[in-house]
């Protein structure tokens, strides 16, 4: 697989979608803050999820004075089970132009795509979101090092290469934006437009 310092080609992700392009057209890294507002995003849908799931279950069955308990075991299970079984893959499982995609991430104009250029699979997802990100790094991390392997997989993206955080490394994943730039494309388009008009030009001088 073609993985470059800057981004992918288009065609390098032919297994998981067909591009609008044809393949020519490289498909930049996603940057940290695309990345953060993505996350962001996901999780404020999965914490409107958790309010209405206290609601439902404490206030039908809550005793007083038992509220920030259940709180907390919501918003707990939510985030290092919901998110990383069941909301993240089963989204970026879906096929074509969202997969590896959450809800967030869509809004981001951003994807994760597999290194070995192969559709994210709830599988893949799960290794990622759920394996990698929250039992590895997130309580493993936690326990042995007192959270900084979590602040570490947020701010990894800022200096690596790839741009991948630590879970990225572990679960064989890179962060994409969904297209080409529109500055890019209007670079790509205009290059054989350039070559044309010099061709033309050297014929007419030639002449």
Same mark, same amino acid.
């Given at each position: 697989m073609?993985?470059?310092?800057? @981004?992918l080609?288009?065609?390098?992700?032919?297994?998981?979608?067909? $591009?609008?392009?044809?393949g020519a057209?490289?498909?930049p890294l996603?940057?940290?803050?695309l990345r953060?507002?993505?996350?962001?995003?996901?999780t404020?849908?999965?914490?409107?999820?958790?309010?209405a799931?206290?609601?439902v279950?404490w206030g039908?069955?809550?005793?007083?004075g038992?509220?920030?308990i259940a709180?907390?075991?919501?918003?707990?299970?939510?985030d290092?089970?919901f998110?990383g079984?069941?909301?993240? $893959?089963?989204?970026?499982?879906r096929? @074509?132009?969202?997969n590896g995609q959450?809800?967030g991430?869509?809004v981001a104009?951003?994807?994760?795509?597999?290194?070995?250029?192969?559709?994210?699979?709830? !599988?893949? !997802?799960?290794?990622?979101?759920?394996l990698?990100?929250?039992?590895?790094?997130q309580?493993?991390g936690?326990?042995?090092?007192?959270?900084v392997?979590v602040?570490?997989?947020?701010i990894w993206?800022?200096?690596?290469?790839r741009?991948q955080?630590l879970h990225?490394?572990l679960?064989?994943?890179v962060?994409?934006e969904?297209?080409?730039?529109?500055?890019?494309?209007r670079?790509d388009?205009?290059a $054989?437009?350039?070559?044309?008009h010099a061709?033309?030009? !050297?014929?007419t001088v030639s002449?």
């Amino acid at each position: 697989m073609m993985l470059g310092r800057r @981004g992918l080609t288009a065609g390098t992700m032919a297994k998981a979608s067909v $591009p609008a392009d044809g393949g020519a057209t490289p498909l930049p890294l996603a940057g940290w803050w695309l990345r953060f507002a993505a996350y962001l995003l996901d999780t404020v849908i999965l914490l409107c999820i958790a309010v209405a799931v206290f609601w439902v279950v404490w206030g039908t069955s809550g005793v007083a004075g038992t509220a920030g308990i259940a709180a907390a075991i919501t918003w707990g299970t939510t985030d290092y089970l919901f998110r990383g079984v069941f909301y993240a $893959p089963l989204l970026m499982r879906r096929r @074509g132009e969202h997969n590896g995609q959450t809800i967030g991430k869509e809004v981001a104009g951003i994807r994760v795509v597999r290194e070995d250029g192969w559709p994210m699979s709830y !599988g893949a !997802g799960v290794l990622r979101e759920w394996l990698a990100k929250t039992l590895v790094i997130q309580v493993a991390g936690v326990a042995l090092t007192g959270g900084v392997a979590v602040l570490l997989d947020y701010i990894w993206p800022l200096w690596d290469e790839r741009r991948q955080a630590l879970h990225d490394r572990l679960a064989s994943t890179v962060v994409l934006e969904a297209r080409p730039s529109s500055a890019r494309l209007r670079l790509d388009t205009a290059a $054989p437009e350039s070559s044309s008009h010099a061709i033309a030009a !050297g014929r007419t001088v030639s002449r």
